[in-house]
């Protein structure tokens, strides 16, 4: 038995970056900025209110229904000097969907921004703190009348919550995904070891997704290291305000998702600022496609970092440095989502927990520190996820003789037509290839004779071309059996609060257009 699993309480990043840059900026939002002791001050006053206005203890929840600022930023940092849990709702989602986050995760209480009267209303919780309210439970009333206090952190073991990490829920309900002080103390080193290397207090990261999930993981990294953080003032994605800020501020990294760089890199603004400062643009959630790939590396320089990894792994299963990405297909590892992560072991499984030989498909499993606790609440679901100590990450995939991961589709997006699997990423990867399409997605959809056939969703550059002359050039790529029965152009993809495009929304709105009508 160990003598001790104490570690350190994730809250002190932020207390050690005050406490040598204390003076330089920590956070920029819009026109405003904070330095690193303002943060650190701010953060230790609502802690304080937390604890002394509305008695939060050690273990206690507190739901977060917000859009990125500076007080969400500091609000973390906030519950885990309590030795609290930082419980984050995507802003985006319904009233009824937050009101259920707050019953299944136990939260104590919520801090939303006030703008969200209808979410304040749907929740059931013990207390409410608005950001820019009005009255005593306003934040930035809560952090004046309080600061000043004393905070000692709270003392905290390696598995003790800090972050209900909620899953995107493609299938059913979202799941709370409990990540730990120790689990995220290994992350955080992690993500500075395999991600950024170099990574320190000149850098500057600006955020281009919501604090609540992957940003908000790569932000702790960045407080661990003194780097400051800069948060773009609207609400809303705007390419052209973005590297704007990436000129003014010298930005050295960021971290999103494939369909945001690739509205990065084909807004005309990426060539009105110099970007030249940026070393790692950091895509995760998705494989990126060839050609959006290629085009992102044309522009931006050598600066692409992929990784591969679910919040239940908090973004730590695989990594494709800057080196191993190019434009030249003859040198590059096409497909490939990258090797290992520092200290992670990772297989490709089949359904009886057996690496399979490399070149052959199955499950993509992973074992480490950077695992999640297991999902808060659900006993059903845990025994699903783990198999003799490994994650199942519900990802299909293969691995080379040198143990590079290329992933072939989620397992729930496979479909089987006239008894053959069919797996959509290589079919919208060859659609992609047709100049006049922007984005692709292909869903298996129930077919009297077939079981499923293929229905392709496109969006096009300019002019739509016909469907019939796209599956006429697509037939001469794809094998008969692979090619899909029917396409369908419109305006735009819907896409996730976090910028993802998924199937699961794409289906329900090809249902909700009733554009399967003749499939």
């Not at 797996?423 to 692709?440: D, G, M, N, Q, V």
Request: aromatic content about 10%.
């Amino acid at each position: 038995m160990p003598v001790s699993t104490r570690v350190m309480n994730l809250s002190q990043f932020l207390t050690e970056s005050a406490r040598r840059y204390g003076d330089d900026i920590g956070l920029v939002w819009g026109e405003a900025t904070w330095t690193w002791d303002q943060i650190e001050a701010r953060a230790t006053a609502f802690a304080a209110a937390l604890r002394d206005r509305y008695g939060m203890v050690k273990g206690d929840r507190l739901l977060v229904q917000s859009a990125n600022c500076n007080q969400m930023f500091e609000a973390a940092f906030a519950c885990w000097k309590l030795g609290c849990v930082w419980v984050p709702a995507n802003f985006r989602q319904t009233p009824e969907d937050v009101a259920w986050l707050a019953g299944s995760s136990g939260a104590k209480g919520l801090l939303a921004g006030a703008e969200f009267a209808d979410h304040i209303a749907a929740c059931d919780v013990g207390f409410t703190v608005t950001i820019g309210g009005e009255g005593s439970d306003d934040y930035d009333t809560l952090v004046a009348e309080h600061m000043g206090r004393e905070v000692i952190p709270a003392a905290v073991d390696r598995d003790d919550p800090a972050w209900f990490f909620f899953t995107s829920g493609t299938t059913g309900k979202p799941k709370a995904a409990v990540l730990t002080h120790g689990q995220m103390a290994f992350v955080v080193t992690n993500h500075l070891c395999d991600l950024m290397p170099g990574t320190g207090p000149e850098d500057a990261s600006i955020v281009v997704a919501p604090l609540s999930h992957g940003a908000g993981i790569h932000q702790l990294a960045q407080v661990a290291h003194g780097v400051k953080t800069i948060l773009p003032g609207g609400t809303k994605f705007d390419a052209g305000e973005v590297w704007r800020l990436i000129e003014e501020w010298r930005v050295t990294n960021a971290f999103t998702v494939p369909t945001i760089v690739k509205l990065l890199v084909e807004h005309p603004a990426v060539h009105e600022y110099d970007h030249a400062s940026l070393r790692y643009m950091i895509y995760a959630g998705a494989p990126m496609y060839r050609a959006d790939q290629v085009r992102a590396l044309e522009v931006l320089g050598p600066v692409l970092v992929q990784y591969f990894g679910l919040g239940e792994v908090t973004g730590n299963i695989t990594v494709l440095p800057p080196a191993h990405h190019s434009a030249n297909d003859a040198v590059m590892r096409i497909g490939t989502c990258g090797f290992a992560r520092t200290a992670m072991q990772v297989q490709v499984q089949d359904a009886e927990g057996r690496e399979v030989a490399p070149g052959d498909t199955g499950e993509v499993a992973v074992i480490g520190p950077a695992v999640f606790a297991g999902y808060h609440d659900n006993p059903e679901a845990n025994a699903k996820a783990f198999r003799d100590g490994w994650f199942l990450t519900g990802d299909l995939g293969h691995m080379d003789a040198e143990g590079f991961l290329y992933l072939t589709d989620r397992a729930s997006d496979m479909y089987i037509s006239g008894g053959s699997n069919i797996y959509p990423r290589e079919i919208e990867e060859k659609i992609l290839l047709h100049p006049a399409i922007s984005e692709c997605a292909v869903l298996g959809m129930p077919d009297p004779t077939w079981g499923e056939v293929g229905v392709a969703v496109c969006v096009a550059r300019g002019a739509a071309p016909e469907a019939g002359a796209l599956l006429d050039w697509l037939s001469a790529k794809v094998p008969r059996y692979k090619m899909p029965k029917a396409v369908v152009f419109w305006e735009e993809m819907p896409k996730s609060g976090y910028g993802k495009i998924t199937k699961k929304l794409i289906r329900a709105e090809l249902i909700a257009r009733g554009d399967l009508a003749g499939v």
